[in-house]
Structure formats: C-alpha cells, structure tokens
C-alpha cells in the first residue's frame, strides 16, 4: 500500500535511510536501480479491511496502530476479530457486534431501506458503536436497559433517532414471530400502525412521536372495548376522534372506578354509576390543570362515551352490561355560563396583545421551515401573527391565503377565502401597516426558492411533500406556545412581576375574538362587525363580544354615580336602582315607574325624553344622545325648509337645547375627574355600550299601519 512518495511502508523506510547520509539523493533513480521490490503482503486480518498488512503483526498501519492505542489485552487475531475495516464517510460496518446483534440491525436497516428511509451511514456507526456487546435490541425495546443505551447514545438527534427506530422496528417484529399481535398491547405506536409519516422518507416529513395509550382506562371491560372499538374503526375514522374517546373512557374509567366494587361488574351497573360518570365529566380539567375544559368539549367527549357503549352492545361485548346502565334525561352538562359569554372569555386582553407586540423578535427564533433561513422564518412568522391580529380571520383563513392576496391603493383589502361559509373570494378592508407586513413578506418570498405545490401560496408548506401546500394551523399554534413560554420565562414587565403570561392562554383563534372585541369596544355597530366577521346571522357575532355578569356589574357600579337628570343635575342611584328600578330607552334610562314595569314600552310623553322629569342618562349614552342631536338639527332644517309650524320648529329647538345641557352637564363631570378616573369610567361606558348591542338596538315601539287595514 503506498504511504508516501508512492512507496510501501518498508521501501518508505529504506529510502529514508538511504538519503541520511548523502548529499542529493535522487528518489527516482534509487527506486529504479537500487531498491528491490518484495512480494505483496496479505490484507489486514481484520474482517473486510483491504489494506495490505505491514511487517509480520498482520494488521495494516491504522488497525496496528488503534491496537497499541486500545490498550487491549487481547491478542491481535482476538482483537482483530471485533473491529470495523477502514471505511469511507460512505461506509459502515456490522462487523464490530455481537453476532445475533448483526443479523438484528441488518434486518432493521433492510426494513427502512423497504420503506424507501435515509441511509445515514455516519448515523449508523455512532449506533454500531454505541450498541457495543449488546446481544440484542429485540428483546429490551422499552425496558431501562433501552433507555441506557440512548443515554450513551448522546444529543446526536439522528443517530437517537435510528436507534430508536431500529429498536421499535426489531421489537415489533419480535412480537410477531411470537404470535402478539400489536393491538394486544395498552400502548399503540402510530408509526406502527401505520398513521403518521413515515420515519425518514426522501424529502417528506420526519414522524412525530404519537402514540395511542390505554393504561389509563382502568376498567377492565372498559378498556377491552375501547381497544376493540379502535381496532375495528382506526382506519376508517380520523384520529383525533379515536384520541377524544380515549379521552372519553379514561374520565368515565375514574368515574366507575371510585364506585364500590370499581365498576367492574357490567351485570351490577346502575343508574348510580352512570350518575358517577356523568359527574367525572362535568368536572373534567385540561392536562395543565388550567381550570376545567369548555363545556362544548366536555359534552362531545360525554357523547363518544356514549357512542362507545353503544358500539359495544351491537357487536357483543357489552351484550350483559345491565339496562339500568344507559343515559337518562338528567345525565347532563349544564352551561353554568351562556355560550356566548364563555367565548367571549377566549379573546387576548389588549395589555397581551402589546406585551405580544413589544416581543415581537423573538417568534419563531431558531424554528426551521422549508429552505428558509433563521431571518426568513422570523419574518414569515410575523407576517402570520400581524394578520391574525389585525384581520380577525381564521387560522386556517389565514395559512391558505394566496401569494397575490393583497389589493394595494390608498385603501388596501385582503383578498381572503371564507371556507367554512363556502364564501371565496372575500375582501377585508386593512390598514396600511397591515399591508406593509404583507408587502415586507412578499418581498422576501420573492427571493426565496418556492416548492410547486406552494407557488401560489402566500405561507409555504415546509417541504415539497408535505400532505397539504400550505403552512398548517398546528404549526402555526406551535410557534405561539414556544413564544409565550419564552416570553413567560424571560420576560419580567415594569412593575416587577415575573412570568406575565401566566394562567393566559394565546393561541390563534383568540385573536378571531379580540378583533371582534376591539371592534365592539369602539364603538362599532354590530351590523357592520357582522360584516367584518363574515358572518350570516348577528346573533353569531353578538357571542363573539358578548360580556360577563361580572364585568357588566363592575361597570354599572362606575356608571351609576355620573347619572344626572334631564337639567344635567346629578342624580347617583345604586347598582341595585340603576339595574331595577329603570329600563334603557334610546337615549338614557327611565325610571317612571309604569314604563318600567312596561319594559320600557310604555312612554306617557311619547319618548320626548329630554323633557321628562324621569329622564336618567349617563356616561354610556353620550354617542347615542349625540347621534340623536345630529338627526335632530337635520330634522329642524327640513321643517324650517318646507315651512312647518312654528311649534314643530320650537319643540325641536327645545329638544336640542336641553340634550345640549345633558351633554354638556355630563362631560363637565367627567372633565373634574383624575385621567385613572375618568380611564375607568370610560372603560365602564365601552362595556355597557356592547352589553346593550348585544342585546340588540332599543328602537322606539312605534307601530307600523298596514295599508291593508285601512
């Protein structure tokens, strides 16, 4: 084998000698007339190795020289027998372990090399190395011995990576061969099962860790019939449905199992166990222990326990449970708050959103996506989040929308598809900072190398092959948990407080609620706010902002002591009078008694309320009194125009005049407040402003003659 010079290691040395003691040596004439050549040594007796062996050690000069290295005291046809022959970055080698380990990892690797899976060959020799004597991986797959060897394995991802897929692929086989199928087991692996990608595909997605897990269901019976049912339907159904109802069968398991005898007699089953099941539902909590799950999620997990029992009495198992065990018409989820208030709750408060926007650089910082680089990725990503904040559209809306979705001019608009109301083609007015954020993206995209599949959309899909070309919601959400938890740990605002975003819970469709809320809070009529949500019916949009009791209560209780009369003098009333003792008109509240036990339907003025001694507006009602002074000046230029009746012209002056002093009288109050003061009273009017859009517009009950009639 030539070292140096074109020369075997002994001729290397001899020439070396040889030009010690003269002057010019001429390399090519000593190699050509005094040197004699030897016959060809025999390879290095290590297994596989083809460089020639030096002297008579029988080894090459790498493999002689990691023997000396190694310290061994194994003799070197001992020691030769365990190593690996000189291999290129290309190559590796199974020699080194145990023989049964051989025959083990060259089936896993024939089994990913099946599935079309990536040859790591430097991923390979760290886990032949790491594996070392082990006799087989088959047989400790799940067990401490494992969980060693990818300790020792270290943070190299890949090669823990292949090692835990070659153990999982040789276990399963293993299980097999000895007649256990692997839906006999409490723990489903989806890899196995065949519903996640696949581990290393050429250009696809690498597999997230996901598994089906029914230790949990305690319940004997309970359990068999939840892994029978997923058996039977997992193929045919998506598999969040299967994850709900184990979900499902967990709670209800915890119900029964706290029933004497645990619920595990199906013959001795009554309603009083089903009364225990129900009541596991109604108090289940979310995973971080964050309060109780929304009463809509609770519900559908309730109805998949259901289905499941159902499933089980018309295929058999389930044939002897008892007929007292069944849903009765009590076994409900009560709404201990209305729908709408519950959703209400979901929208960021604004102190989040900008505590959002001041930490704006660090989303998505160090996320890979695509062949984007780290600036990219970051820029990508806060395009997403200044949409989701400023438009109000849906996630999903938001990660399909088109590469050529922004209609630039001094009025930009969002082109933008409504899916789940089958309305495309959508446009959204925005503002022009949003459309610089969009423009900024473009600009970026331009420069980068696009898949096909995601030329035409505006947020690229990861890879070429991933299942769907556009960026998907689940990344999106991902990106905004390592935010707020990056936020929560590094983040300690003005006043001292560490961890700001403790207990809120920020995800993308919060901010759906927050611009709905933002809108309302200024003031924004629900018809138009229906608009800008897309939505066909107000009452859709009036839950999307509706308010608490609490928050309403709060803010009667700041309101009440600014009510003033008809002649602007304070009139204070309690909470108790302000909400009982009056009824909202158009333009105040009134507290003459007949009208408000009429609902405020029975006006003896005719709704002249500026006139009247029981007259009680407030603070909330400034731009609806002001909106009514508007039309009221536009009413007296027309009655003056077509010449009406001086008492036509001076009832409505006077009108004018004495909401003027209303006005007037109530901003005067404000004005004597501190800013805290009149922040919060403010506030208050916001809150009781959309309490009563919500509840719909006071209109005057004036009744409309039908020509028929007459």
């Known amino acids: 084998m030539p070292l140096a010079q074109g020369l075997c290691e002994d001729h290397n040395i001899r020439w070396h000698v040889y030009k010690h003691d003269r002057r010019s040596p001429s390399l090519k004439r000593w190699s050509t007339t005094i040197a004699i050549p030897f016959e060809a040594l025999p390879d290095c007796m290590v297994l596989g190795c083809e460089v020639e062996s030096s002297y008579a050690t029988g080894l090459c000069i790498l493999h002689r020289t990691r023997y000396r290295r ?21 190559m590796f080698s199974l020699v080194p372990l145990a023989e049964q380990m051989r025959w083990e990892l060259l089936y896993a690797l024939q089994r990913r090399d099946a599935r079309n899976g990536r040859m790591d060959a430097s991923a390979v020799r760290s886990v032949v190395t790491t594996l070392g004597s082990t006799q087989s991986l088959a047989t400790i797959f799940g067990t401490p011995k494992f969980e060693r060897l990818q300790a020792r394995q270290g943070r190299n991802a890949n090669s823990t990576a292949h090692l835990f897929e070659f153990a999982r692929t040789l276990h399963d086989a293993y299980e097999e061969v000895n007649g256990r199928a692997h839906t006999d087991r409490q723990v489903w692996d989806l890899v196995t099962m065949g519903l996640a990608h696949d581990p290393a595909t050429h250009g696809g997605s690498r597999r997230r860790k996901g598994a089906l897990d029914f230790t ?6 309970l359990n068999d019939i939840t892994r029978r049912w997923a058996q039977a339907e997992l193929t045919r159904i998506p598999t969040y449905i299967v994850v709900e109802t184990i979900r499902a069968a967990t709670a209800a398991s915890d119900g029964l199992a706290r029933r004497p005898g645990g619920g595990e007699d199906l013959a001795a089953l009554e309603v009083a166990d089903m009364d225990a099941v129900v009541e596991a539902f109604r108090v289940l909590g979310r995973r971080d222990g964050k309060g109780l799950l929304t009463v809509q999620t609770r519900r559908i997990l309730f109805a998949r326990f259901i289905d499941l029992l159902d499933y089980g009495r018309a295929t058999g198992p389930l044939r002897d449970m008892s007929a007292s065990f069944i849903r009765q018409h009590h076994h409900t989820i009560a709404d201990a708050e209305s729908r709408s208030e519950e959703r209400a709750r979901q929208g960021l408060p604004e102190p989040v959103i900008r505590l959002l926007d001041d930490n704006l650089d660090a989303l998505a910082s160090g996320r890979l996506h695509s062949s984007l680089n780290a600036e990219q990725v970051k820029q990508m990503f806060r395009c997403v989040y200044i949409l989701l904040r400023d438009t109000g559209r849906r996630p999903g809306e938001i990660c399909q929308l088109r590469a050529d979705c922004l209609l630039d001019g001094n009025e930009p608009e969002l082109v933008w598809d409504n899916v789940k109301g089958k309305r495309l083609g959508r446009r959204l007015p925005i503002s022009q900072q949003t459309a ?11 420069n980068v190398l696009i898949a096909e599949a995601s030329a035409e959309y505006l947020f690229p899909a990861r890879s070429s092959t991933a299942p769907i070309p556009y960026l998907r919601t689940q990344t999106v ?4 948990r390592i935010w707020t938890a990056w936020i929560n740990d590094n983040v300690v605002l003005p006043t001292g407080q560490t961890r700001p975003l403790e207990g809120v819970s920020v995800y993308a469709y919060a901010f759906r609620h927050s611009y709905a809320q933002r809108h309302a809070d200024a003031g924004v009529p629900v018809d138009v706010l229906r608009d800008l949500m897309d939505h066909k019916s107000i009452s859709t949009t009036m839950g999307y902002y509706d308010i608490s009791l609490r928050r309403k209560r709060e803010a009667v209780a700041t309101i009440a002591a600014l009510t003033v ?9 309690s909470l108790s009078a302000y909400e009982l003792r009056s009824v909202a008109v158009p333009y105040g509240n009134c507290t003459e008694p007949s009208n408000v036990k009429a609902g405020g339907q029975a006006c003896p003025i005719r709704f002249q309320c500026s006139g009247c001694g029981f007259y009680r507006p407030d603070p909330s009602y400034i731009p609806a009194i002001e909106d009514h002074l508007r039309a009221l000046k536009a009413n007296r230029e027309t009655a003056q125009a077509i010449d009406a ?5 001076d009832n409505l002056s006077a009108e004018i005049d004495q909401f003027d002093t209303v006005i007037a009288a109530m901003r005067t109050q404000l004005q004597a407040l501190d800013p ?6 403010e506030d208050a009017s916001a809150v009781l402003r959309k309490t009563r859009a919500a509840q719909g517009k006071t209109v005057l009950p004036l009744t409309v003659v039908n020509r028929n009639d007459r």
């Open 645 to 649: 009746a001086s008492f036509v012209i």
């Open 477 to 480: 959400g991902d990106a905004l």
């Open 676 to 681: 805290g003061e009149r922040r919060r009273v």
């Open 565 to 573: 009369d008809r002649l602007g003098a304070r009139k204070p009333s």
């Open 70 to 90: 190694s310290g061994s005291r194994a003799t070197m046809q001992q020691w030769a027998r365990t190593q690996p022959p000189h291999l290129a970055m290309n």
């Open 216 to 221: 949990p269901i305690t319940v004997s019976w």
């Open 436 to 446: 610089a954020a969009i423009r900024d993206w473009q600009q970026v995209r331009a």
